[in-house]
């Protein structure tokens, strides 16, 4: 059985590239010759000396900063809301499949870098408002790690499932 268009996976998809749009704009003031990668230098810190770095740097863009992390919080919001809509929309009518047999679990793992990322932006909103717990820019980096892979292949899986969604709005299934 092939797949159908799914209206609320393709809205689900632009609400998170929207996002992620305004997300990025936002955050391009944070970049500086001591943060060229903005934010993610502040996600990706190993360090409290890098941490007390990037936000010092930030000294008259703390507002900037704390504004990106909470925008980052819809948007985490936004692409698990769209991972898991990939994973709805991969298993759909198809009980001898694979996405259907295990999309319990998949719907799981498609809400794994949102739960991550929220604690990260936990995390960064307490470093930004100057409150750093001992050892966290570590535990916080493989957080992000983890996130960013599993991220990855989330969107590997679901950027080719939301093209071809789009593809059937336009060539229905005869």
Known sequence: ???????????????????????????KALQSPVTP??????????SENRVDE????WQFMSLTALWNV???FAFLAAY???????????????????WYRQYPLL??????PSWL???ENAFMLGWLLRFVPAGSPAVVFWLVCVKFAVAFILVC??????VYNIYRRFKPIQ
């Open 157 to 162: 899986i679901a950027l080719p499932a939301w």
């Open 54 to 57: 990037v936000v010092n740097a």
């Open 107 to 112: 719907n799981k793992l498609a809400w794994v």
């Open 37 to 46: 990668l903005g934010i993610l230098d502040l996600e990706f810190a190993r």
């Open 80 to 98: 698990g809301y769209f991972f898991s809509k990939t994973m709805k929309y991969l298993s759909a009518g198809r009980s001898h499949t694979f």
């Open 117 to 119: 990322d929220g604690i």
């Open 1 to 27: 059985m092939k797949l159908s268009y799914d209206r609320s996976f393709f809205i689900a998809g632009i609400i998170a590239l929207v996002v992620a749009i305004v997300i990025s704009v936002q955050g």
């Open 70 to 72: 909470l925008i980052d």
